[in-house]
């Protein structure tokens, strides 16, 4: 596990906002250890208001899936023959799963600073930048390539490799 260093000493004080990063962490491995072989990746918003959050679905139905089972339901779409297994799905502060293939779109920051210098794309960014919006707690993404990374307030402050 690989945390920021300024979140490293900030996480010491914040015991509560720890647990829901290593729940999030703990949730994306469960999917990840879940899935099928071809593993699509995955983005998931963890959110307390959802009202600011800039998303749009990118399928015009659900799956018809039992949302109440989230491990299940996002281990089951997160495979390249599923239709739904693109752009990030958000889960409440309450972890329920309220919305699958949303197509999440957070305006740059340019004065967020990257923990890294190479191997990211498009969902680290979004995820990064995403975590900034007031209403968003964290963003989590994982890849077979990449590993597992965890945002808050515009910092990479998680990272594992799976």
């Not at 958000?90 to 197509?103: A, D």
């Amino acid at each position: 596990m690989l945390l920021c260093d300024f979140y490293k000493r900030k996480l010491k004080m914040e015991k509560s906002a720890s647990n829901e990063i290593l729940k999030l962490r703990d949730l994306i491995k469960e999917i990840y250890n879940s899935s099928s072989e071809d593993f699509s990746g995955i983005g998931i918003i963890l959110y307390q208001n959802i009202s600011d959050i800039p998303i749009f679905p990118l399928r015009k139905s659900n799956p018809d899936m039992d949302f109440s089972e989230v491990i299940y339901t996002l281990s089951s779409i997160s495979s390249h023959k599923s239709d739904y297994h693109d752009g990030f799905h958000l889960v409440s502060s309450t972890w329920e799963l309220t919305h699958v293939s949303q197509y999440f779109s957070p305006k740059i920051t340019p004065e967020i600073k990257l923990c890294r210098e190479s191997g990211f794309g498009g969902r680290y960014l979004a995820a990064l930048f995403g975590s900034k919006i007031i209403g968003v707690n964290l963003c989590g993404i994982a890849s077979k390539n990449f590993g597992l990374a965890i945002f808050k307030d515009g910092t990479e402050i998680l990272f594992e490799d799976l």
